[in-house]
T-cell receptor, first 116, second 109 residues
Framework: GAVVSQHPSWVICKSGTSVKIECRSLDFQATTMFWYRQFPKQSLMLMATSNEGSKATYEQGVEKDKFLINHASLTLSTLTVTSAHPEDSSFYIC????????????FGPGTRLTVL | GQNIDQPTEMTATEGAIVQINCTYQ??????LFWYQQHAGEAPTFLSY??LDGLEEKGRFSSFLSRSKGYSYLLLKELQMKDSASYLCAAMDSNYQLIWGAGTKLIIKP
C-alpha cells in the first residue's frame, strides 16, 4: 500500500518554542492531508484539513494561529505548533486519502510531542 | 449531531472469536472503517464497508447495516498480537472521518 512518513517521530521541546512536523506521501500525490491529535486513551481528533494550493480548514476549537499548516506541494504538508505549551503535548498524526471518494486513508507513523 | 459508539474494553481468550460492535450517526454516509491501533502507534487500516453485508479478509471480517447504523468487526482465531485498540470511524457527507473512542481488546492466554 501507499506510504506516508512523518518527521520527526518524537520531539521534546521547551515551553514557548515552535515545533514543525512534516508529513510526506512517499509514492503518491495527496492534494488533501488530514492532521489529527490524540491524547492518551482517547480517540483521534481531527484538527485540520490541509489543502495543496489553498488555506487549511480548521476544526472548531483549533487555533489556526497556533497550529500553522502549510501544504507546500502535492507530497508535503507541515504542521507548526507555535509557542508550544505543556498542554500541547500529544501524539500528532497525519493521514492522506486516496481513491475515489477517499475510501483509502494512509496514516503516518505519528509524532510524539512533549513540551516541558 | 454526529456520534460513534463502541464498547470501551473487551476481553477474550486466545484462539477464540470476538465481535466488536459499533453504532454510528452521521450527516450523510460514505462508508465505515475499522482500524487497529497498538499503543503508541498510528492506526492501521483493517476494513472498509460502504454496502450492507459482510466483508471477510482472513481472520478479520466486518459487517455493515446502513439502515440500522450498525457495524461490527469479527476477529477469529485470536492471537496475543491482536491485543490492541480497535477504532470504528464513519465517513460523513464531507468525506471526513468521525471517530469512535476505540475499543481496547485484551487477549488472555
Amino acid at each position: 500500500g501507499a506510504v506516508v512518513s512523518q518527521h520527526p517521530s518524537w520531539v521534546i521541546c521547551k515551553s514557548g518554542t515552535s515545533v514543525k512536523i512534516e508529513c510526506r506521501s512517499l509514492d503518491f500525490q495527496a492534494t488533501t492531508m488530514f492532521w489529527y491529535r490524540q491524547f492518551p486513551k482517547q480517540s483521534l481528533m481531527l484538527m485540520a484539513t490541509s489543502n495543496e494550493g489553498s488555506k487549511a480548514t480548521y476544526e472548531q476549537g483549533v487555533e489556526k494561529d497556533k497550529f500553522l499548516i502549510n501544504h507546500a506541494s502535492l507530497t508535503l504538508s507541515t504542521l507548526t505548533v507555535t509557542s508550544a505549551h505543556p498542554e500541547d503535548s500529544s501524539f500528532y498524526i497525519c493521514s492522506a486519502p486516496m481513491g475515489r471518494d477517499y475510501n483509502e486513508q494512509f496514516f503516518g507513523p505519528g509524532t510524539r510531542l512533549t513540551v516541558l | 449531531g454526529q456520534n460513534i459508539d463502541q464498547p470501551t474494553e473487551m476481553t477474550a481468550t486466545e484462539g477464540a472469536i470476538v465481535q466488536i460492535n459499533c453504532t454510528y450517526q452521521t450527516s450523510g454516509f460514505n462508508g465505515l472503517f475499522w482500524y487497529q491501533q497498538h499503543a503508541g502507534e498510528a492506526p492501521t487500516f483493517l476494513s472498509y464497508n460502504v454496502l450492507d453485508g459482510l466483508e471477510e479478509k482472513g481472520r478479520f471480517s466486518s459487517f455493515l447495516s446502513r439502515s440500522k447504523g450498525y457495524s461490527y468487526l469479527l476477529l477469529k482465531e485470536l492471537q496475543m498480537k491482536d491485543s490492541a485498540s480497535y477504532l470504528c470511524a464513519a465517513m460523513d457527507s464531507n468525506y471526513q472521518l468521525i471517530w469512535g473512542a476505540g475499543t481496547k481488546l485484551i487477549i488472555k492466554p
